[in-house]
């Protein structure tokens, strides 16, 4: 947990492109952006991953799904669509094990995922 990137990024002590924070969540541009707009949500404390969330947390994961529409909007792509991705486990593709929502919108957006 110690060297957890995203606790770093959401301490301050590792630099990131904010673009919202609250004592609650930081949201960030994704280094390796993969649309238009491409933002990490996270919330600031450390969760590993979808699979590690507690009950004690549930309050603070519908914290941040009411603030990703607000975010979109602050954003510019609420009324033209996103998409929110959560990768869970390795089959899921997740690199980093502190748990993490992909806002991605600003083009349409291909499905199925690869
Ligand atoms: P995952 O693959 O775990 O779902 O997503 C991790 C995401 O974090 C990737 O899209 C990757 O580009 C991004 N990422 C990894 N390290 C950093 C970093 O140090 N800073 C930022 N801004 N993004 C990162
Ligand atoms: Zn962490």
Redesign the pocket.
Known sequence: ?ND?????I?KGEIPADIVYEDEKVIAFNDLQAQAPTHVLV?PK????SLNDIEEDDLELISYIFDRIPKLASKLGIKKSGYRVVNNCGSDGGQSV??IHFHLLGGRSLQWPPG
Not at 4 to 8: A, E, G, N, P
């Open positions: 947990m957890c990137i995203f606790c770093k959401s996270i404390k450390h969760i590993a094990n502190h």
